[in-house]
DNA sequence: GCCGTTTTCGGCCCGACTGTTTTCAGTCG
């Protein structure tokens, strides 16, 4: 068993355990040594066979003999027994929020439901409000946790499809009896959820492409097969199609299958407008007049570049294709040079051990600088984030001087010392001016008390934005994609102020946030607002989401020069200045 | 389940909100 599979391990015997009515702190055990393992990259059968697992995450006894039995056997009987005596359905209850382990013993034992369904028919029978501890708003809370489970049900995060779209790919592509292929659909668009990994093909041996496709290793079952077209459902859950086209019709196809709906049918009214007609398997002009048999006569297209320009358009790239005008823009050859992944100079916002991330300030700043950055901004936690393990004033004091300290060492890389600080209830900050102004920049979030109305949580965050030493505000909706949905926040009063203030809006880009949402950073960027990419890295391995956020970045039309961390290390020292 | 040790037990990281109550349990971040 690998790390991640004992870490998920850990946590369900957590979970398990709280349904159970054990100890919390006896879970809370369960969850640090998940916790602990979670954060380590290096070989855990190494240290099982050095017996270094106490030393290094700090188990004890039962723990150590658990996880080494895990990584040895790839089992363990005390899970096995534990799943035994809990009902399955429990655990997908606590899926459900206000739903905690007390509660879900609470209807487990006194209505007998043991499943998300029977729990449904009990509250919107009324059962669940008369039972000691729950009301009315708890069972309506609960029915909409439900509902809201299910649209998330097929739903999958665009980094996570993306993975497994570019693996799925990369394996077709090595097929000798294939010409071209692309992933296609709302992964090629850049959209932040989609339910389906559509990829599209040329070749002239449709079948034997097909065939490799539907015995793909990490795949389910088949759905639907014919001679051009396949449908798979993927162990991770996720369908897959595969088109395959001629080559001579691949461009179409692609731009056809890349969507959307509202582009295409944009599009093609254009392409009517002109006397053509677009399908997804050519363009053709219509020739008024003529015999019905010679009515048409097709425009060979090889890529979709030549589609757009048959048509007297700019090529639209794929992440502006969503019927927001960019036809219109195309035509009056107006679309921007958009921001590109490789146009990113630094980041701000990332966490280190000294608050809740797994990597220490020097890792950090080292794998931002192999990644080829040349700065890094650390904002940990500010202390009222006690879970998080926010700094004290003290502590952050500390990480300051260990920064410039650090700085003194690197050469052409620098590390920026700033804060994530929490933007309190009231909207005033979890640290004084006193503090901040000692940073040398500030990220302003809001991390608790997030069902405000929108009127006040409007004014919270103006609030925090007008204090002098807020640099740039963090992921303002508060949204975690699949999780939670965003609070109420009116984004044309916090665009308005950012341009006011000029406080920066984050683009944060951890995967399940992408926070200021791509469909409002058009009209920021046309008020001047500025937009700054972050990945909130809690880890290393999470600098890799900044190739998404740029992505989302390009959704909302931003070109380099909207994005603050474009700018070069002394660009971006005077801006801070 | 872990830890410390003035303890072989009792506390564990904690403050605030919500919905239920009428003083607080459960959930959340």
């Given at each position: 068993?690998?790390?991640?599979?004992?870490?998920?391990?850990?946590?369900?015997?957590?979970?398990?355990?709280?349904?159970?009515?054990?100890?919390?702190?006896?879970?809370?055990?369960?969850?640090?040594?998940?916790?602990?393992?979670?954060?380590?990259?290096?070989?855990?059968?190494?240290?099982?066979?050095?017996?270094?697992?106490?030393?290094?995450?700090?188990?004890?006894?039962?723990?150590?003999?658990?996880?080494?039995?895990?990584?040895?056997?790839?089992?363990?009987?005390?899970?096995?027994?534990?799943?035994?005596?809990?009902?399955?359905?429990?655990?997908?209850?606590?899926?459900?929020?206000?739903?905690?382990p007390k509660k879900i013993r609470t209807l487990h034992d006194k209505?007998?439901?043991?499943?998300?369904?029977?729990?449904?028919?009990?509250?919107?029978?009324?059962?669940?409000?008369?039972?000691?501890?729950?009301?009315?708003?708890?069972?309506?809370?609960?029915?909409?946790?439900?509902?809201?489970?299910?649209?998330?049900?097929?739903?999958?995060?665009?980094?996570?499809?993306?993975?497994?779209?570019?693996?799925?790919?990369?394996?077709?592509?090595?097929?000798?009896?294939?010409?071209?292929?692309?992933?296609?659909?709302?992964?090629?668009?850049?959209?932040?959820?989609?339910?389906?990994?559509?990829?599209?093909?040329?070749?002239?041996?449709?079948?034997?492409?097909?065939?490799?496709?539907?015995?793909?290793?990490?795949?389910?079952?088949?759905?639907?097969?014919?001679?051009?077209?396949?449908?798979?459902?993927?162990?991770?859950?996720?369908?897959?199609?595969?088109?395959?086209?001629?080559?001579?019709?691949?461009?179409?196809?692609?731009?056809?299958?890349?969507?959307?709906?509202?582009?295409?049918?944009?599009?093609?009214?254009?392409?009517?407008?002109?006397?053509?007609?677009?399908?997804?398997?050519?363009?053709?002009?219509?020739?008024?007049?003529?015999?019905?048999?010679?009515?048409?006569?097709s425009i060979p297209c090889r890529t979709e570049h030549e589609i757009?320009?048959?048509?007297?358009?700019?090529?639209?790239?794929?992440?502006?294709?969503?019927?927001?005008?960019?036809?219109?823009?195309?035509?009056?050859?107006?679309?921007?040079?958009?921001?590109?992944?490789?146009?990113?100079?630094?980041?701000?916002?990332?966490?280190?051990?000294?608050?809740?991330?797994?990597?220490?300030?020097?890792?950090?700043?080292?794998?931002?600088?192999?990644?080829?950055?040349?700065?890094?901004?650390?904002?940990?936690?500010?202390?009222?984030?006690?879970?998080?393990?926010?700094?004290?004033?003290?502590?952050?004091?500390?990480?300051?001087?260990?920064?410039?300290?650090?700085?003194?060492?690197?050469?052409?890389?620098?590390?920026?010392?700033?804060?994530?600080?929490?933007?309190?209830?009231?909207?005033?900050?979890?640290?004084?001016?006193?503090?901040?102004?000692?940073?040398?920049?500030?990220?302003?979030?809001?991390?608790?008390?997030?069902?405000?109305?929108?009127?006040?949580?409007?004014?919270?965050?103006?609030?925090?934005?007008?204090?002098?030493?807020?640099?740039?505000?963090g992921h303002p909706s508060g949204r975690r994609l699949l999780q939670?949905?965003?609070?109420?926040?009116?984004?044309?009063?916090?665009?308005?102020?950012?341009?006011?203030?000029?406080?920066?809006?984050?683009?944060?880009?951890?995967?399940?946030?992408?926070?200021?949402?791509?469909?409002?950073?058009?009209?920021?960027?046309?008020?001047?607002?500025?937009?700054?990419?972050?990945?909130?890295?809690?880890?290393?391995?999470?600098?890799?989401?900044?190739?998404?956020?740029?992505?989302?970045?390009?959704?909302?039309?931003?070109?380099?020069?909207?994005?603050?961390?474009?700018?070069?290390?002394?660009?971006?020292?005077?801006?801070?200045?």
């Amino acid at each position: 068993m690998d790390n991640a599979q004992v870490t998920d391990t850990l946590e369900e015997i957590a979970l398990l355990l709280e349904l159970s009515g054990e100890n919390p702190f006896k879970a809370l055990a369960y969850t640090k040594a998940a916790r602990a393992i979670d954060g380590y990259d290096g070989d855990l059968e190494a240290l099982v066979a050095e017996k270094k697992l106490g030393s290094e995450f700090g188990l004890g006894d039962a723990l150590q003999q658990k996880v080494t039995e895990l990584v040895t056997t790839g089992k363990l009987a005390y899970l096995d027994k534990l799943r035994a005596s809990v009902p399955a359905g429990l655990v997908a209850m606590a899926e459900i929020p206000a739903l905690g382990p007390k509660k879900i013993r609470t209807l487990h034992d006194k209505l007998g439901i043991s499943s998300v369904e029977e729990l449904e028919v009990a509250c919107r029978a009324g059962k669940v409000r008369e039972l000691a501890g729950f009301g009315a708003k708890t069972e309506e809370k609960i029915l909409d946790g439900i509902a809201r489970a299910r649209t998330y049900a097929d739903q999958f995060l665009y980094s996570e499809a993306l993975a497994l779209a570019e693996e799925l790919r990369d394996a077709l592509r090595n097929h000798n009896e294939v010409a071209q292929i692309a992933i296609a659909g709302g992964l090629r668009r850049g959209i932040e959820l989609v339910d389906v990994i559509e990829l599209v093909a040329s070749s002239r041996n449709p079948k034997e492409l097909l065939d490799d496709f539907v015995t793909w290793t990490d795949m389910k079952s088949v759905t639907s097969r014919d001679d051009h077209f396949a449908t798979i459902i993927l162990k991770a859950g996720i369908s897959a199609t595969l088109r395959v086209v001629a080559d001579s019709e691949y461009a179409f196809a692609l731009h056809e299958f890349t969507g959307s709906a509202e582009h295409n049918a944009a599009l093609r009214e254009l392409a009517a407008a002109q006397k053509k007609e677009l399908t997804g398997h050519g363009l053709f002009s219509i020739k008024e007049g003529a015999k019905k048999s010679a009515a048409r006569e097709s425009i060979p297209c090889r890529t979709e570049h030549e589609i757009f320009a048959a048509l007297d358009l700019q090529e639209i790239p794929p992440e502006l294709r969503e019927g927001r005008g960019e036809i219109e823009a195309a035509a009056e050859h107006k679309i921007p040079r958009l921001i590109e992944w490789t146009q990113l100079r630094g980041t701000f916002h990332c966490h280190t051990t000294a608050s809740d991330g797994r990597n220490s300030l020097l890792e950090m700043a080292t794998e931002a600088r192999d990644l080829g950055l040349t700065y890094l901004g650390i904002a940990d936690h500010s202390r009222s984030s006690v879970i998080a393990n926010g700094l004290s004033e003290e502590r952050l004091a500390d990480q300051v001087e260990a920064i410039r300290k650090l700085n003194l060492d690197l050469d052409e890389f620098h590390v920026f010392a700033g804060s994530e600080v929490d933007i309190l209830k009231d909207g005033s900050l979890d640290f004084g001016d006193d503090v901040l102004r000692h940073l040398d920049y500030v990220v302003a979030s809001v991390h608790n008390v997030m069902g405000q109305d929108e009127e006040t949580m409007t004014a919270r965050l103006i609030r925090a934005m007008e204090n002098e030493y807020v640099t740039m505000l963090g992921h303002p909706s508060g949204r975690r994609l699949l999780q939670r949905e965003a609070s109420r926040v009116n984004f044309d009063k916090i665009i308005d102020c950012a341009a006011r203030t000029g406080t920066w809006i984050e683009l944060n880009c951890s995967a399940s946030r992408m926070d200021m949402d791509w469909r409002w950073w058009r009209e920021a960027r046309d008020r001047g607002v500025k937009c700054v990419i972050n990945p909130d890295a809690h880890r290393i391995s999470q600098f890799a989401m900044l190739r998404h956020g740029v992505t989302a970045a390009r959704k909302g039309w931003l070109r380099r020069e909207d994005v603050m961390n474009t700018l070069t290390l002394d660009e971006i020292r005077r801006a801070l200045a």
